[in-house]
């Protein structure tokens, strides 16, 4: 065997070691986001914002660790940076328990964002730094090992692994692993990954010491103008996610399958443009970029006179995410820059993408009173796009000509101003007031024809109150309705009831009270509290004895002492984004605890693209409770819409009850069961 076949040997031998590593890093990496964020979410009452906060978290520290490894690169020689990140990495594998404790749930009262951020600081932050500066500083070192390789193709293995973990998650290890499972594994790929890593730098400094020398010669500075242009473009597609992301799961529901899509998508992007640039049409992506954001600005502009279907939203939301993150990273991969200044260009574009979260994350919500991020977002997507059409040489083959640059120019800025105009026009209509929180916008409106109240969460109306006639339930809540009937015959045998509310809206239940009834209502969102009190009557008026929890129901009720309730409504599901963990095997025996041996349970499972009935029927299958499902037809549409409710009991003596018979369903026959562990919004889907 010759010296030369023995180096190409030993060659191949480094390049799998350190393709190895990135993908393993790389797996890891984005295996913990929607694991961690899944078992949060129920503390901080399944928010579409929880996610958000976590995405803002995880770009925080990859950018740390971006920085850690320019840091190492640029002051420390390659035996010194080995050594040092090789003590990390044994010390976060000794102190490795990345699964909170139940005893880390935070109180019912305590800021989310805070709380989120400082939660996962304590779980997932060592690892998660460590895992984050892996890429670069395994592309820097194979710079100096490779001698002459280009690492950028390890750039494509490490999304290529960040996508097979996003993508596993939802479809292999969710439905065959409980979250403790899947901890384990993780936990056991972090002690893999430590190793791979250190033998990584071993064999780099094996090969490196005259590379390196070589490499501290020709450092050369870069200019602003590139690294500017490098954050830029990096830091749109990171708002595009969020953004994005938080419009979908407040449509649809907070589920780890609408974080994951748009995260693999913006993952793809960076696969495809880092691996060849023959993926990337730059005219192509840039007016796809422009089309796609006209639609959305028209269904922003007219969504209130006709909406898409369910797949048709996603499939416009997602496409836009994509085609904006091709064209930035398509740009970004065209810019980037030689292999010595390969560690500056990864920390410039983390520093771009923390920004892009910092921004969607924290300022947006504390500034905007509504989603203007998302507007904001279109436009910057628009002049980037116009920007990259303007540079490119062709448009599908053909030079694009003055007419046609004339209308693009002309008709995109246009269609834009007219959106943002018209909506804050209608946004603006009627609204008596508007407040904006971690747990969305919430506005208080006059229906012009009507003179009624109204409370709207997002696009959900969650109470009417009709002019000086605070008595007369309306909505989802008449005294036809499912819940309503429920209380007059729970009513009708006792002289006083006590009940628990999950959920106040406008305080419509409070209607029902009589002076020897107690009513105790749970709401995650103080602004509802404020609003409720504020501008309707139901909760002033009404003569029952009234209290106001404020926090996450089920924390609450897991910190309370035994109620005794009579009847316990849940009114949270309703809305587009399902709060999943209140539907769980193990919230249902929660609820039990709380009821007297008769007590009911009534669940407001009206909703545009789930049917909650198979959840709720496994549930009380399990706990061996009656159920019957109760609809009563739309009479008005805004007053009196279409309502469906599930009662539930060990007790027949509500369930036989005339009036309540009267508007049950028959009974189907699907189960679907739900636990901590494992929900399934899809299998329910209308």
């Known amino acids: 065997m010759t010296d030369n076949t023995q180096a190409l040997r030993l060659s191949r031998g480094v390049v799998l070691t350190f393709a190895i590593t990135v993908f393993v890093s790389a797996f890891l990496l984005f295996q913990i986001q929607p694991l961690i964020s899944r078992v949060i979410l129920p503390w901080f009452g399944g928010s579409p914002a929880v996610w958000t906060t976590c995405m803002l978290f995880f770009q925080a520290v990859l950018f740390a660790g971006y920085a850690w490894a320019h840091i190492l690169n640029r002051f420390l020689r390659l035996r010194s940076q080995l050594l040092l990140h090789a003590a990390l990495l044994v010390v976060s594998a000794v102190l490795l328990k990345i699964l909170p404790d139940a005893d880390l749930k935070p109180e019912p009262d305590t800021a989310p964002i805070a709380g989120i951020l400082s939660l996962l600081l304590v779980s997932v932050g060592l690892p998660y730094f460590l895992l984050s500066s892996t890429g670069p500083l395994l592309q820097a070192w194979f710079a100096q090992a490779g001698r002459g390789r280009s690492p950028w193709r390890l750039y494509a293995v490490s999304n290529a692994g960040s996508l097979l973990a996003l993508l596993s998650f939802p479809f292999v290890f969710e439905p065959l692993m409980d979250v403790s499972t899947m901890g384990k594994f993780w936990s056991g790929g972090f002690i893999l990954f430590a190793c791979v890593c250190i033998t990584s730098g071993i064999l780099a400094v094996r090969h490196a010491p005259a590379v390196e020398a070589e490499n501290e010669a020709r450092q050369a500075k870069l200019p602003f103008r590139s690294m500017a242009t490098w954050f830029a473009l990096a830091c749109l597609p990171s708002v595009a996610l969020l953004a994005i992301t938080n419009t979908a799961c407040m449509d649809v529901a907070v589920i780890p399958f609408l974080w994951i899509v748009p995260l693999a998508l913006y993952l793809l992007s960076f696969i495809l443009c880092f691996d060849s640039q023959r993926w990337y049409h730059r005219a192509l992506f840039a007016v796809f970029t422009l089309l796609l954001s006209s639609c959305l600005c028209g269904l922003l502009m007219f969504g209130s006179v006709f909406s898409l279907p369910l797949p048709g939203l996603l499939a416009l939301y997602f496409s836009l995410l994509f085609c ?29 993408g923390a920004c892009g979260g910092l921004f969607a994350g924290l300022i947006a919500p504390t500034v905007f009173s509504e989603y203007w991020e998302l507007h904001l977002c279109l436009g ?73 109240l109204l409370m709207r969460h997002g696009r959900v109306v969650h109470g009417v109150q009709l002019p000086n006639s605070w008595q007369q339930p309306t909505t989802y809540y008449s005294r036809g309705s499912g819940v309503g009937r429920t209380i007059a015959a729970i009513q009708s045998e006792k002289p ?28 995650i969102n103080f602004d509802v509290i404020e609003q409720a009190q504020t501008h309707f009557d139901f909760l002033k008026n009404s003569p029952s004895q009234n209290e106001i929890s404020l926090g996450d129901a089920r924390l609450v009720l897991e910190s309370e002492e035994p109620q005794h309730f009579d009847l316990l409504v849940l009114d949270a599901f309703s809305g587009d984004a399902v709060p999943t963990h209140l ?33 709720i029927d496994a549930a009380a299958e399990k706990l061996k409770l009656q159920t019957l499902t109760l ?46 562990s494992y929900s399934n919004l899809f299998g329910i889907l209308k």
């Not at 009627?430 to 506005?443: E, K, M």
């Open 324 to 352: 904006i993150c091709m064209m930035c990273h398509g740009e970004l991969a065209r810019l980037k820059p030689d292999s010595e200044h390969l560690t500056v260009f990864y920390l410039t574009m983390s520093a771009g």
């Open 380 to 452: 910057a997507a628009i002049i980037c796009a116009l920007w990259v059409t303007a540079h490119s040489q062709n448009w599908l083959g053909r030079r694009l000509t003055a007419p046609m640059w004339a209308m693009v120019v002309a008709a995109i800025p246009v269609v834009l101003f007219i959106t943002f105009t018209a909506e804050a026009i209608m946004s603006s209509q009627d609204t008596i007031a508007v407040s904006r929180s971690f747990y969305g916008v919430l506005r208080i409106e006059k229906d012009s024809e009507t003179r009624a």
């Open 496 to 523: 006083g009831i006590k009940a628990g509310l999950v959920g106040l809206g406008c305080g419509t239940l409070a209607a029902y009270g009589r002076p020897e009834d107690k009513f105790r209502f749970y709401e």
């Open 583 to 615: 539907l769980t095997k193990e919230a249902f025996q929660l609820y039990q605890t709380h009821l007297n041996d008769d007590g009911v349970i009534a669940i407001h499972i009206s909703n545009r693209y789930f049917d909650l009935r198979p959840v």
């Open 631 to 676: 609809v009563v037809p739309e009479q008005q549409e805004l007053i009196f819409p279409s309502s469906e409710w599930v009662i539930l009991s060990r007790s027949s003596r509500v369930m036989l009850n005339p009036a309540v018979r009267q508007i049950a369903i028959a009974h189907q026959q699907k189960r679907v069961l739900w636990t901590d």
